[in-house]
């Protein structure tokens, strides 16, 4: 080995170095998804002598070694029977899940069309107060959830719109994580497009369909996968907008599946995190690009 390809490969050694580091964290985040996955093919039996002590305040020096939780990868028999009871028997998890996809479906499609025409308008238009409108969007972003609970509650009350669907989509359709990102990514869009389709005679809304659009998808996936994740996830909001339990999504009644049996709690975590999983790797790569492109970063 000659001088050049040790200081090469010396060289590389950062590199190599966090990329193992990054494969262990890696790792690590996945042990949760993996023993989910996992638990919710063992039998009830299994997971009760395995995860039987979840939840029990009990003393370690009294218990010896079988007071501690046994984590276990591989199941010792195979079973369905959870799976089958929430799909087949049980038409509350089919229910809740619908009221969930119903919940988000609208709120991710009706948030990326305002976003994006909004974005535009901010990004490539000249108005009066441009800059100071969106510097308001952005504050508006900026606060959580809990701080505007009670404002958006008297609202929300005085519509007319509580315990109803609409409670939830039409403060999620106008959100403004959808207007930021989306114009943070037209930004990268040259102006010389535009004033090309000007020159050949093109209004604002043929230049927004023929070329903003086509141009910010990767973007737009992007945002639609964040959008699910987020609002797919969201407890607070149908929690106290929605008091009809027929109404309420998925993810207020993953907590009380554990009461009646933990196989099944299992199985649930499971197939609700599988269409965030499926959507994910389905628009990976424009994903990864969109957020690259919108520059927005952490």
């Not at 060289?11 to 993996?34: D, K, T």
């Not at 599946?257 to 499926?278: C, E």
């Amino acid at each position: 080995m000659n001088g050049g390809d040790r200081v090469r490969k010396l060289g590389m050694l950062p590199q190599i170095i966090a990329a193992l580091a990054a494969g262990a964290v890696a790792l690590v985040m996945l042990v949760p998804i993996i023993l989910t996955v996992t638990g919710s093919l063992m039998t009830e039996q299994e997971i009760e002598r395995n995860y039987g002590l979840l939840g029990v305040m009990i003393d370690v020096s009294q218990g010896g070694a079988d007071a501690f939780v046994n984590l276990k990868l591989l199941p010792d028999w195979l079973s369905f029977g959870q799976y089958a009871q929430i799909l087949i028997q049980s038409a509350k998890y089919l229910h809740m899940f619908w009221n969930s996809a119903l919940l988000v479906a609208p709120i991710v499609v009706g948030q990326a069309v305002c976003g994006t025409l909004a974005a535009y308008a901010f990004a490539k238009l000249r108005f009066f107060g441009r800059d100071q409108l969106f510097f308001v969007y952005l504050l508006t972003m900026l606060m959580p959830f809990q701080v505007t609970l009670v404002p958006n509650y008297l609202v929300i009350d005085q519509l007319g719109l509580m315990n109803h669907e609409s409670a939830i989509i039409l403060p999620g359709i106008f959100g403004a994580f959808g207007v930021f990102m989306m114009r943070q990514f037209m930004t990268h869009i040259p102006n010389a497009y535009i004033e090309a389709a000007k020159i050949d005679g093109a209004g604002q809304f043929t230049i927004f369909l023929r070329i903003i659009v086509p141009l910010v998808q990767p973007g737009l996936a992007a945002l639609s996968v964040l959008l699910f994740i987020d609002y797919w996830n969201m407890i607070e909001q149908p929690l106290i907008f929605l008091q009809d339990d027929a109404k309420q999504p998925l993810s207020l009644y993953l907590a009380q599946i554990n009461k009646q049996a933990r196989g099944i709690g299992f199985a649930a975590s499971t197939l609700y995190m599988a269409p965030a999983v499926l959507l994910f790797l389905y628009a990976e790569s424009y994903f990864v690009e969109g957020i690259g492109q919108s520059g927005i970063k952490g």
